[in-house]
């Protein structure tokens, strides 16, 4: 959506998005909305790290309803967002 001063365009992306970072996700959008920058990609990890699964959290589920009704669009960020794997060569990870 072009804003109506300037033609100017910004995408606006939270990652992480999960029941765990649920009030750190509120806060962030808190000053979003403050700002009425907006729609945000709301990338969800339904499973983050695998301390709590979305699909059986009613109140993450009621902030997703009414963020997608405010225009927020749901974008799934990987089902645990958990790197188990063997590290790479050379990787401070």
Do not use: K, W
Request: aromatic residues 4%.
């Amino acid at each position: 959506m072009l804003s109506p001063h300037n033609g100017r365009v910004l995408c606006v992306s939270l990652h992480d998005v999960a029941p765990t970072t649920l009030e750190d996700c509120r806060r962030a959008l808190n000053l979003l909305d403050s700002l009425s920058l907006g729609p945000v990609s709301l990338l969800v990890v339904p499973d983050y790290h695998g301390l709590g699964r979305a699909d059986r959290d009613p109140r993450f589920q009621e902030f997703i309803d009414a963020r997608r009704t405010r225009g927020d669009e749901v974008v799934l960020h990987g089902l645990r967002h958990l790197d188990d794997g063997p590290r790479c060569h050379g990787s401070s990870r």
